[in-house]
C-alpha cells in the first residue's frame, strides 16, 4: 500500500526540483501560497534553496539551509549545498578584505557544520586563521572563545595559551587606553536582514574592565612559567633568524617580560591615580597589581607542589581526565573509593569527593591539566581552581614540616590576594581594611585569623618605622591574641605556624622595647616598655625598664618629690629586685626625706627605712644615730621636778636610743665600755679626750648624763 504523505511529498519533490531547474522561481512561490504546508517540507525547502542561489540570494538561502539541517542534521544535501555557500561568500570576502563579514560567516559556518567530514574539509582549512579573523574585524570575543576552546581540550600545546596571552594583554591595553580618552568604542556586528547579511552599527560605553587585565595576568604568567614553550620558541627563533639563542638570554627575557607589561605600568598607574586624588581608580589598579603578584608568587610555589606529588608516586603530567585526578589523590588520602563505589558510596555525605564521584561520566571524563606552573587566575579560568587546591591540603597534611605547601594553600584561598597587599605592596592598613569587609565565617578560620595577625605585624613595623611605638604595640598586642587561638587547632602545620609567629612577634616587642621604645623620651619610654612587658615577658626589657625607672627616680629626688621617686625606685625592684642603684635611690629618699623632716620620730623611721636599702652607708648611720641623740635629749628635757616620778621609762628609752646611736657609730665598740659609759663619769673623759668625731663624743656625753638621771629618778630622795 502507498503511503499518501510520502507519495505527495515525493511529488512535490520532484516538482519543485523540475522548477528550480528551468528556473520557474514565480511558480514556486504561487506553489507555497496554494499548499502552505509545503513550507515545512525539508526537501521543498532544500530545493527552494536552490532557487534563492540562483536568485543571487545567498544569505536567505543559507538561512533555509540552516533550519534544514538543524532539524535533521543528517540532510547531507543541505550540509553540502551550505559548505559550498560557505565557501563562495568566505572567499568573496578574503578578497574584498572585510574581515567583519569573513569572521561572521566562518562563525556560522563552524557552528553549524560538523568537523572533520569530507564535505566540509574546505571550510575547516580556515579554522586557524578564524580567531585572528576575527580579531581583525573587532570581535576579539570570538578569537578568545576559539583559542579557549582549542585550549581546553588540548591544554599541552603551550601557542594556543601564548595567543591569548597577546589578545588579552593588548585587548586590555586598548581598553584601557579607549577608558583615558573617554571615547566611544564603535564597532560592527551583522545580521540577516531581508535575505542578506548587512552590518548594524553599535556603540557603547567602553570602560577599563580589569577583567581583561586579570585573563592578561594569567595567560602571561602560565605562558612564562612554561618551559616547554620557551624550548619550543628558541627552536623557532633559531631556525627562522639563524641566530644562536642561550639560555641566559631566554631567561633574562622571560623575567623582563612579566616586569615590563605589568608590574611597572601598574606601578605607573597607581602612582599616577594617588597624585591626582582619582581613588577609585587607584584602588583599581592596586587590586590589578595585587592579582599579578598573587599569581606569579603562587606559581612559583605551584612547581614545589608538583615536585612533591610526583616525589609521592603522582605524576600530574601524565593526567589529562579529571577522575585520573581523583583516583590518584584519593591514593594520597588512603581510601581509593572512586572506581568502585562510585554510585552507592556510603560516605558520599561527609566524603569531600562527594559532588565529583556523583557527577557523572560528563564530569568525571572532563579535561584537566596540571603540567604548566599558574597562580590561581589561570586556575579559575581552566576550571581546576578547586582540584588543585584540594591537592594542595592534602599535601600539606602528608608533609606538614613543609611551610611552603602551607603557604601556598593559603595564597590559594580567600586571604591570598590581602597577604600579597601586606607582603609585598606593604599596605597593612589597606589589607586591614579588606579584612574587616569579610563574612565573620571567613575571619574565624584558622587562614583568617593567621592573615589578620600578618596584617597586624606587619601594619606595627610600620607604625615602628613612624615612631608610633604605642600604637605598634597595641597591633602585637593584638596579634599575639590571635596567636594564642591559632595554637589549638588541629592542623598540625598551623600549629607549627602558631609557633613560628609567637617567637616573631615576641621578637618584634623586644627589638621595638630594647632598640627603639628606650631611646625616647623617659616618661614616654617607660609607657612603651611597660606596655611591652604586658605582652612579653622578658628580662631584657625589665632590666631597661628597671633602669628607666631609677632615672626618673634621680630626677624627682633632685626635685625632692620623695615619695614619688620611691615608687620608681620600688617599681625597678620588682623589675630587677637586685637593682643596685634603685636601692641607693631608694635610700637617698628615705635619707633625704629624713633630713628635711622636723618630726624627730618620722626622722628616725625614715632613716631606718633608709638604712636597710644601704645598711653599709656611713652618712645614713650619722644621721640615724644624730636623730637617736637628739631624740634622746628631747625626752630628758621634758623632764622636771613635777613630771620625773612617771617618767621613768622615757628616761630608760633615752639611754636605749644613745646605746643605738653609739653602736651605729662604733659596731665594734664592747659591751664592757657602753656599762664602763653608764656607770663610770669619772671615766667619761677619759674615753672621749682624743676622738676627732663630735657627734660620736656629743652621744657619749650624753648616754653618760641621761644614765646617771635615770639612777637618779629610781631614788627620789637624789633628785
Known amino acids: 500500500m502507498i503511503d499518501s504523505n510520502n507519495f505527495q511529498s515525493e511529488v512535490l519533490s520532484q516538482l519543485t526540483a523540475c522548477l528550480v531547474a528551468v528556473d520557474r522561481d514565480r ?72 574581515y567583519d563579514k569573513l569572521s561572521f560567516l566562518l562563525n556560522e559556518a563552524f557552528q553549524l557544520l560538523p568537523e572533520d567530514e569530507e564535505i566540509t574539509k574546505e571550510i575547516s582549512k580556515y579554522k586557524d586563521i578564524f580567531p585572528i579573523v576575527s580579531i581583525k574585524a573587532g570581535n576579539r570575543e570570538k578569537a578568545a572563545k576559539y583559542w579557549k576552546e582549542k585550549m581546553i581540550k588540548n591544554p599541552q600545546v603551550p601557542w594556543t595559551i601564548y595567543n591569548l596571552a597577546l589578545l588579552y594583554y593588548w585587548w586590555a591595553l586598548g581598553a584601557e587606553q579607549d577608558y583615558g580618552k573617554q571615547e566611544k568604542h564603535i564597532r560592527k556586528k551583522y545580521i540577516m536582514k531581508n535575505g542578506k547579511l548587512v552590518d548594524q552599527m553599535t556603540s557603547g560605553d567602553l570602560e577599563e574592565d580589569p577583567k581583561l587585565w586579570r585573563k592578561a595576568i594569567a595567560y602571561w604568567v602560565m605562558i612564562i612559567n612554561s618551559n616547554n614553550f620557551w624550548k619550543e620558541w628558541k627552536d623557532f627563533r633559531e631556525k627562522s633568524t639563524g641566530i644562536k639563542i642561550n639560555d641566559r638570554d631566554i631567561n633574562n627575557l622571560r623575567g623582563s617580560l612579566l616586569n615590563e607589561r605589568f608590574k611597572q605600568h601598574f606601578k605607573n598607574q597607581i602612582e599616577s591615580y594617588k597624585i591626582n586624588n582619582q581613588e577609585e581608580n587607584y584602588r583599581k589598579y592596586l587590586d590589578l597589581m595585587a592579582d599579578f603578584l598573587l599569581e ?53 555525605d561527609t566524603c569531600s569527593w562527594a559532588e565529583y564521584c556523583m557527577g557523572g561520566p560528563s564530569c568525571w571524563n572532563k579535561s584537566i591539566s596540571f603540567s604548566m606552573p599558574c597562580g590561581p587566575l589561570m586556575l ?23 611551610q611552603r ?18 607582603e609585598d605592596l606593604k599596605m597593612p592598613e589597606y589589607a586591614i581594611e579588606k579584612w574587616k569587609r569579610l563574612s565573620k565565617s571567613k575571619k574565624d578560620t584558622p587562614d583568617g585569623k593567621y592573615t589578620y595577625i600578618i596584617c597586624l605585624v606587619k601594619r606595627a613595623e610600620v607604625k615602628e618605622r613612624r615612631k608610633a611605638y604605642l600604637d605598634a604595640l597595641d597591633d602585637l598586642k593584638k596579634a599575639k591574641e590571635y596567636v594564642n587561638l591559632l595554637e589549638h587547632v588541629k592542623d598540625k602545620a598551623f600549629r607549627r605556624i602558631s609557633l613560628n609567629l609567637k617567637h616573631e ?42 633602669n628607666l625607672y631609677c632615672g626618673r627616680g634621680q630626677k624627682r629626688l633632685g626635685r625632692k618629690l620623695f615619695q614619688q621617686a620611691r615608687e620608681d625606685f620600688t617599681k625597678a625592684l620588682s623589675l630587677v629586685p637586685g637593682n643596685q642603684t634603685a636601692k641607693e635611690g631608694m635610700a637617698t629618699a628615705y635619707n633625704n626625706e629624713g633630713v628635711k623632716e622636723t ?74 665600755t657602753i656599762l664602763v659609759i653608764e656607770y663610770a663619769e669619772d671615766a667619761i673623759e677619759e674615753l672621749i679626750k682624743d676622738l676627732d668625731d663630735s657627734l660620736y663624743k656629743s652621744v657619749i656625753i650624753n648616754l653618760a648624763a641621761v644614765a646617771k638621771i635615770c639612777r637618779q629618778i629610781q631614788t627620789p630622795w637624789r633628785y
Open 505 to 546: 612577634v615576641k621578637k618584634q616587642v623586644i627589638d621595638l622595647c630594647t632598640n627603639k621604645g628606650a631611646n625616647v623620651e623617659l616618661n614616654e619610654a617607660i609607657r612603651i616598655l611597660t606596655k611591652g612587658l604586658e605582652i612579653v615577658e622578658d628580662q631584657s626589657i625589665k632590666n631597661i625598664l628597671s
Open 599 to 672: 618630726d624627730l620620730d618620722r626622722s628616725i623611721s625614715l632613716f631606718r627605712k633608709a638604712l636597710k636599702y644601704d645598711p653599709e652607708s656611713r652618712q645614713i648611720k650619722e644621721n640615724l644615730a644624730g636623730a637617736y641623740n637628739s631624740k634622746a635629749v628631747e625626752i630628758v628635757n621634758s623632764i622636771n621636778e613635777y613630771n620625773y616620778h612617771y617618767k621613768i621609762d622615757d628616761c630608760k628609752r633615752a639611754v636605749n636610743l644613745l646605746k643605738k646611736a653609739i653602736r651605729l657609730l662604733n659596731p665594734s665598740l664592747e659591751e664592757s
Open 380 to 402: 579559575r579560568e581552566m576550571g581546576i581552581c578547586y582540584e588543585f587546591g584540594k591537592l594542595t591540603e592534602i599535601l600539606s597534611k602528608l608533609k606538614p614540616e613543609n
Open 27 to 98: 511558480e514556486i512561490s504561487q506553489l507555497i501560497q496554494k499548499l502552505p504546508s509545503i513550507a515545512d517540507n525539508l526537501e521543498f525547502r532544500y530545493y527552494k534553496a536552490i532557487s534563492l542561489v540562483k536568485q543571487d540570494r545567498v544569505g536567505d538561502a543559507l538561512n533555509e539551509l540552516r533550519e534544514i539541517i538543524k532539524t535533521k542534521p543528517e540532510f547531507e544535501k543541505a550540509k553540502e549545498l551550505a559548505s559550498h555557500l560557505y565557501l563562495h561568500q568566505i572567499t568573496l570576502s578574503i578578497k574584498e578584505k572585510d
Open 296 to 348: 606569579e608568587k603562587v606559581a612559583l610555589y605551584y612547581k614545589d607542589a608538583l615536585e612533591i606529588a610526583v616525589s609521592m608516586g603522582i605524576n600530574l603530567d601524565d593526567i589529562r581526565k579529571r577522575h585520573q585526578f581523583i583516583c590518584n589523590i584519593q591514593k594520597l588520602e588512603g581510601e581509593p573509593c572512586f572506581a568502585t563505589k562510585r554510585k552507592n558510596c556510603e560516605q558520599k
Open 405 to 422: 605547601l602551607r603557604k601556598l594553600k593559603l595564597y590559594l584561598g580567600d586571604f591570598g590576594k590581602l597577604l600579597v597587599l601586606v
